[in-house]
Each structure stands twice: as C-alpha cells, then as structure tokens.
C-alpha cells in the first residue's frame, strides 16, 4: 500500500508560479498529477516514470507545466508557471507500481486527497 500526501496548493495570481508536491509513503513508479474543477470531471495533467526519463504532459499545460522527481525524497513535484484562471482546481498526486506513463485515470491506484489551486484574476 502507498499513501501519497499532496502539499503546497494555495491563492496566485494570474500570470503567477506555484510549485505542488507529492510524498509518498513509499517507492512509486509512474506517478501523476490530475486536477479536478468545480462540476467538471477529473483530467490528466503530467505524468513521470520512475527514472524521470519520460514525462507526459496535457496539452492545456505544456510549455507552463514541468513535472519532475526525487527518488530520495519519494517525491513529485509539479511546477505550475504562467498559470490561467483556467488552471484553478483541486490537484491529485496520483501513482502506481507498473506500467508507463499513462493519461488513464483507472491505471492510477493510489491517490492523495488533493489539494487547492485557486488562481484569481
């Protein structure tokens, strides 16, 4: 079992950077990040294997968006630059043991409670 703790979310403003986190309890493999706004469904934003080797990213977010790693920190970071009010959302630190990098949610099994992004304009 995996438990993943998200951190760092909170109040920016447009044109503004904020950096997410992502502990984990243990060793992960393909890790992600989704976010969730109000009354919409839940959407892949990036995702990283293991050895950070390959990342993938939505495209509402590349080029603003860099997901990366520390193995020995059990941690995944997402850097969120130029973010849109658009952006605001809960982000999910989402993670598996297998596979590659995938957009699918259901290939996720372990997920943190989330926590808010709220970019105001």
């Known amino acids: 079992q995996v438990s993943l703790v998200e951190s760092g979310g909170g109040l920016v403003q447009v044109g503004g950077s904020l950096r997410v986190s992502c502990a984990a309890s243990?060793?992960?493999?393909?890790t992600g990040w989704f976010r969730q706004a109000p009354g919409k469904e839940r959407e892949f934003v990036a995702a990283?294997?293991?050895?950070?080797?390959?990342?993938m990213y939505a495209d509402s977010v590349k080029g603003r968006f860099t997901i990366s790693r520390d193995n020995a920190k059990n941690a995944v970071y997402l850097q969120m630059n130029s973010l849109k009010a658009e952006d605001t959302a809960v982000y999910y630190c989402a993670a598996n043991r297998m596979g590659p990098v995938t957009t699918t949610i259901g290939a996720y099994p372990y997920w943190g409670q989330g926590t808010q992004v709220t970019v105001s304009s």
């Open positions: 243990g060793r992960t493999y393909t």
């Open positions: 990283i294997t293991w050895t950070g080797g390959t990342q």
